[in-house]
Nanobody
């Protein structure tokens, strides 16, 4: 079992940066892929970034390529999402999720564990 808790959300002006953190409990986190999802009001949840179990492989939504960077520190049971050049359309609740599996392939579906989410609001 893995429990996840996000932090680092807040209000930022367009062009600014935020760093989201995902703290995990459970010994199997280091063998899980991590995904960062977001959901804006009235929209479906979307995957914005994912990183495989050892951090070697990543993938990003087209809308955030070059602006967002996912990383992890398995020794600390932590994952991060660095968000730069934020835009008002990045406003959403951001969720950290984990999926068991030590693979070089970065999953986009089937995430089993979810955090409660953290609000990110970008003002214009």
């Amino acid at each position: 079992q893995v429990q996840l808790e996000e932090s680092g959300g807040g209000l930022v002006q367009a062009g600014g940066s935020l760093r989201l953190s995902c703290a995990a409990s459970g010994r199997t986190f280091s063998l899980c892929a991590v995904g960062w999802f977001r959901q804006a009001p009235g929209k479906e949840r979307e995957l914005v970034a994912a990183i495989n179990w050892n951090g070697v492989s990543t993938r990003y939504a087209d809308s955030v390529v070059g602006r967002f960077t996912g990383s992890r520190d398995n020794a600390k049971n932590m994952a991060y999402l660095q968000m730069n050049s934020l835009k008002p359309e990045d406003t959403a609740i951001y969720y950290c999720a984990a999926k068991r599996g030590a693979s070089t392939v970065v999953p986009t579906t089937g995430f089993e564990y979810w955090g409660q989410g953290t609000q990110v609001t970008v003002s214009s």
